[in-house]
């Protein structure tokens, strides 16, 4: 098999046979081959020779890499090669043409084998048993390791017995078919497995053998082509006319390497002979005649989504050309939907339109394309995850499916027990009972007598704080009515048009501002949590924080806290007064009274009796920018009005100031902010007694795995503190 290198990333692998001729598109790789080659050359001579003293130079050299590479696009030239390639080269070290399979632990369920699940060694969240097989199209010799012998070249009929289609066989027989696919031809046969004639409801398979000059024969003739069609004509999209009355039988060539035929999945491909080629599928097939609307008219398990559809005015591009996956909700389905609201989406086109869309997918999408969880976006716009559990196929993580792969020539169906409901079709009041970590504020909406506003058609948008959000008692008082009606802002806004210093208004008529950071974005001191909710006339933001709004200035909120008393005082004697009253954003780490008293006596009376260091104590406690707890990260700096940087951090949700602790932050001002600290900030010395320890701990290791080319942990430290990711945070502007 060559030589090949097969990483997470990365496989790699170059023929036996080197002088094989070039595929189609080899002019455009050697032009990508001669820039490969000539890289090493244009080293500097010095470079070459140092190299080769030193034995750099390793037999696997630059050029054979690209000549690997080279040969491995050429190999791969469709999903099911690639995967197939990779097979191989995980089944090489058990001799020639062996291929690695990984069957789905207790199922008879077997795969080729790609990187992804080779390294996770699940399938549809089930564990995998990883097994060695012939590749297609080779066989065993006895005495010799692997698989060194090709398939003998027979007829088609011969070659069925030869891939085990013994069923097929027998069949293709007695419906006097035999005589036919042993003549000559060119014929593609998609040949059901043992286990797929097997799986048939007895009903059906005790007619096709009763009539089998009829029924079996043209059954068998629906799984033959007129040409040979190998796994690389096999196009993604693509549809042949079968040998029976020329109903096409419809393929999909997905980007996984599973490859289906009316959605029966290819388990071996490529079995070549005299008169054609053998595919082995899954399942037995049947011919398909209808569009996927033609086959909903015909179920009465699907009256009521016929009756939605046709209310919609989806029933055209249901019946026109295209490649649809529905997700279909039988009648019970749509029983289980509260009929208050089932009402109120049927009878608004846009809702209806939109309910419907979310359970339809742009492209087809077979059961069997589903190996791991995958987001597919619908005709509605956002995306489904569609997954599979073991044998079930799941939707948003739910095995709802109930049936699965009814085709139509334009499409697939699957059908669910339960109605999908996008948020586009949502009220305020169905988005905010849909997210349970909002149920404390949804309640209190409701208590606060705002329901209407969550239940109408009114454009608003819903600031929802998160249940953790809430202290104390939540007894409905007028002040938390008030409180609840500030979360609601007069129009429907997404966060993605919000921006710096913008003003929203709220039912109660307060004005909020927006304030962006880097790492967040926030409406005063709450910053959203979560992505928005846009439901059909309003939006929801899941919020971190109940607001508070602005109700005065610094020293307004400084002098409503008998907290501040103390340090009211001392702004006076200070003359920061009006400093604090005027326009502007600053952050104030205000000092409570209980700060203040547990400085030692002498210290506060030497500060309090001289003007100039009481304002140079005062001022290094205001920052010269606006900066609430959501803003802050790690290495986050802010100037004071006086002194050095001050230096904030998060841990356990607690925001710290020079390792000082906030007891209560956020306090909105409509010139700034406030944050309550119980001890005077100080600045940090330049170096303390256990960063000195880590650092030269950390010296000493960097120093034994680097030698003489370790750099100082200080220096490092500076580096990053001197970066422009770790100056002082500050909205953008």
């Not at 073991?390 to 085709?407: R, S, Y």
């Not at 959000?469 to 609840?484: C, D, I, N, Y």
């Not at 400084?558 to 326009?583: C, H, M, P, W, Y």
Request: charged share 20%; aromatic share 6%.
């Amino acid at each position: 098999m060559g030589t090949c290198i097969c990483t997470r990333k990365l496989i790699l692998c170059q023929p036996q046979e080197a002088s094989r001729p070039a595929a189609r598109g080899s002019a455009h790789l050697a032009g990508v081959l001669a820039v490969f080659i000539a890289a090493p050359a244009a080293r500097a001579p010095e470079q070459r020779r140092s190299a080769e003293r030193s034995g750099e130079m390793k037999p696997l050299t630059l050029q054979a890499l690209a000549v690997t590479l080279i040969a491995t696009v050429i190999a791969a030239k469709s999903p099911y090669q690639s995967v197939l390639q990779h097979s191989r080269i995980r089944g090489r070290q058990h001799g020639p043409n062996v291929c690695a399979m990984q069957r789905i632990q207790g199922t008879d369920k077997k795969y080729f084998t790609n990187c992804k699940q080779w390294y996770h060694r699940k399938i549809c969240g089930k564990p995998t048993v990883v097994t060695y097989e012939c590749c297609p199209g080779y066989e065993k010799v006895v005495g010799e390791k692997g698989c060194p012998a090709a398939l003998p070249l027979v007829n088609i009929y011969n070659t069925l017995g030869v891939v085990g289609a013994t069923t097929t066989k027998m069949y293709s027989e007695r419906a006097s078919l035999q005589k036919e696919i042993e003549g000559p031809g060119s014929f593609t046969f998609f040949s059901p497995s043992n286990e797929a004639w097997a799986a048939l409801p007895t009903e059906i398979l005790d007619a096709l053998v009763s009539n089998v000059n009829i029924e079996l024969l043209n059954v068998l003739h629906y799984h033959m082509v007129n040409k040979r069609l190998t796994s690389e004509d096999l196009k993604h999209g693509s549809s042949f006319p079968s040998m029976y009355q020329d109903f096409d039988v419809h393929i999909q060539h997905y980007s996984n390497g599973i490859v289906t035929v009316n959605c029966a999945r290819l388990v071996k491909t490529d079995q070549h002979a005299t008169n054609g080629i053998v595919h082995i599928v899954d399942r037995v097939i049947t011919a398909i005649t209808n569009n996927v609307n033609s086959f909903l008219d015909t179920d009465e398990e699907l009256e009521s989504l016929q009756t939605a559809i046709a209310a919609a005015g989806l029933t055209g591009m249901l019946e026109s050309e295209g490649s649809y996956t529905i997700f279909a909700p039988t009648n019970d389905a749509f029983k289980k939907i509260p009929q208050e609201m089932l009402d109120r989406i049927l009878g608004d086109p846009i809702a209806l339109k939109d309910l419907l869309n979310y359970h339809i997918l742009k492209n087809l999408h077979c059961s069997e394309s589903i190996v791991s969880g995958t987001p597919l976006e619908t005709l509605q716009g956002t995306v489904l995850e569609v997954g599979c559990d073991g044998q079930e196929m799941t939707l948003n993580g739910k095995t709802i499916v109930t049936e699965k792969d009814k085709l139509g020539t334009n499409g697939v169906v699957h059908y669910i027990n339960e109605l999908l409901i996008p948020d586009s079709v949502k009220t305020l009041k169905e988005l905010a009972e849909g997210a349970p970590q909002v149920s404390t504020a949804t309640k209190l909406f409701l208590d606060a007598g705002l329901g209407p506003h969550l239940t109408g058609s009114e454009a608003v948008t819903l600031l929802a704080p998160q249940n953790d959000a809430f202290k104390g008692s939540l007894t409905m008082t007028p002040e938390l009515r008030k409180v609840m009606r500030n979360h609601i802002l007069k129009n429907k806004f997404s966060s993605k048009s919000l921006y710096h210093g913008q003003e929203l208004e709220t039912l109660g008529g307060n004005k909020l501002r927006v304030f962006v950071f880097r790492n967040n974005l926030c409406i005063e001191n709450a910053c959203i949590a979560a992505h928005d909710k846009n439901g059909r006339y309003a939006t929801m933001f899941i919020v971190d924080k109940v607001l508070a709004p602005p109700m005065g200035t610094i020293m307004d909120v400084l002098k409503a806290d008998s907290r501040f008393s103390t340090l009211v005082d001392n702004i006076q004697k200070a003359g920061l007064t009006e400093l604090l009253n005027k326009k502007g954003t600053y952050t104030v780490f205000a000092p409570t009274n209980d700060a203040f008293r547990a400085m030692p006596p002498a210290d506060l009376n030497k500060l309090t009796r001289d003007p100039k260091e009481l304002t140079k104590l005062l001022k290094y406690h205001i920052g010269d920018e606006f900066l609430i707890s959501g803003a802050v990260t790690s290495h986050t700096r802010v100037k004071p009005l006086s002194g050095d940087k001050l230096e904030l951090g998060m841990r356990n949700s607690t925001m710290y100031v020079n390792r000082v602790p906030v007891v209560d932050g956020d306090m909105m001002a409509t010139n700034g902010v406030v944050h309550a600290v119980g001890s005077i900030i100080k600045p940090l010395p330049p170096k303390t007694v256990s960063d000195q320890a880590v650092s030269s701990s950390t010296r000493r290791t960097s120093a034994v795995r680097a030698g003489p080319q370790v750099m100082k942990n200080e220096d490092l430290f500076q580096k990053i503190v001197s970066s422009r990711s770790s100056r002082t945070m500050s909205p953008v502007q």
